[in-house]
């Protein structure tokens, strides 16, 4: 499972000091040889004391956590939607990302220059909130440019399409002009058909349609509020526009609460394997079913799933055995419509 959030910030905020800090707990490499790993990129361990308790439950030689990957994004200037800075680098890396942690300053040190001149963590949240509106207004004008040619000369068919993808788009740009995030949409859209990938007759429906365009401000967001207590500190935070966690990257404080709320934001939960060999925490979205979270392990779980054996997490520890798990009937067999739980242990059978 690879989703990633991006660290972003304006210049000296202390984007930079926190992701030195998060790659210490960075995993080995070789646990996950399947990830591309760059400097700018940090597989970063998930504190689970569940995955220590399964461990010492199982003698295991190895003990292997869920991770989340974070991205180290360049800093964000105003004028970055029209390129300014390393503007068009630094929204791109954004797109690629599936969340957004916004790292804000919060502290006061004659040391450390503001590129304002003055520490405002609401005027830096509006600064970054507005160049990402700013990039998807243009990024929704431009396609619905594209759909005027589409209305003009395609077929029926296409036009019928391009009507209704129109209709989608004016509603997020509404949105956007009011400088608001396009995330808003979900206010108006038909939530019997947000889950579904097309309506009645092949029409995409507008989550769809909106999902497309990889919008910069439907990605979810997380303020991480740099506190530094080497000065003063702001009280900002009932101020903030959505969920936050506090930090103190120089003295490593906060760290294990942003990398839980960092793997919240992204919808992941964790399942487990245990065994003697290795216990190991595995990476899966919300809402999986079993065949779909054993595709975290390997392919086959999926297309050749026969069941799953499952037991919660402390179930199995207060049994003390899968044995007397299995003779209390603790432990269920689930099949392929199993929707898989945070704390879930799993053994697949194909």
């Known amino acids: 499972m690879k989703l990633s959030i991006g660290i972003v910030g304006l210049p000296n905020v202390g984007k ?5 800090a998060l790659t210490k707990k960075s995993v080995p490499a070789e646990n996950y040889p399947f990830c591309t790993i760059d400097p700018s990129v940090g597989i970063i361990a998930v504190p689970d004391e569940r995955l220590d308790k399964l461990a010492a439950f199982s003698a295991s030689q190895k003990r292997i956590p869920a991770v989340v990957e974070f991205v180290d994004i360049a800093g964000l200037v105003k004028g970055a939607s029209k390129g300014e800075g390393k503007g068009n680098d630094f929204l791109q890396h954004i797109k690629e990302c599936d969340a957004i942690a916004e790292v804000v300053r919060i502290f006061d040190d004659k040391e450390i220059l503001h590129i304002e001149g003055k520490v405002d963590p609401l005027s830096d949240i ?3 909130n507005l160049e990402l509106i700013l990039k998807d207004m243009e990024t929704v004008a431009k396609r619905l440019g594209s759909l005027q040619k589409e209305l003009k000369s395609g077929t029926s068919s296409v036009k019928a399409l391009a ?10 740009l509404k949105i956007l002009e009011a400088g608001k995030f396009a995330s808003n949409i979900f206010e108006t ?6 889950s579904l990938a097309t309506c009645r007759g092949g029409e995409k429906n507008e989550y769809e349609i909106i999902k497309q365009l990889q919008l910069l401000t439907m990605k979810p967001v997380l303020y991480v509020l740099n506190m530094s207590e080497a000065a003063e500190n702001k ?10 966690v506090k930090i103190d990257p120089i003295f490593e404080k906060g760290l294990n609460d942003l990398i839980k709320k960092a793997y919240e934001t992204l919808d992941l939960i964790t399942y487990f394997t245990t065994g003697e060999d290795e ?10 079913t079993a065949p779909l979270a054993g595709m975290a392990i390997h392919t086959d779980f ?10 919660e997490w402390n179930k199995l520890l207060s ?16 099949g392929k419509d199993y929707v898989v739980q945070d704390g879930d242990v799993i053994e697949f059978k194909i």
């Open 16 to 20: 930079s000091t926190l992701f030195n």
């Open 126 to 128: 509006e600064t970054i």
């Open 163 to 172: 009507v209704n993808e129109k209709s989608s788009l004016e509603k997020v």
């Open 189 to 194: 859209l038909d939530r019997k058909v947000t």
């Open 235 to 244: 009280n900002v935070e009932n101020l903030m526009p959505g969920p936050f």
């Open 279 to 288: 216990t190991r925490g595995w990476t899966i979205k919300r809402n999986s």
């Open 302 to 311: 999926r297309d050749k799933f026969i069941r799953a054996e499952v037991i």
């Open 319 to 334: 049994a003390g055995s899968y044995s007397a798990a299995r003779e209390r009937g603790l432990l269920r067999t689930e």
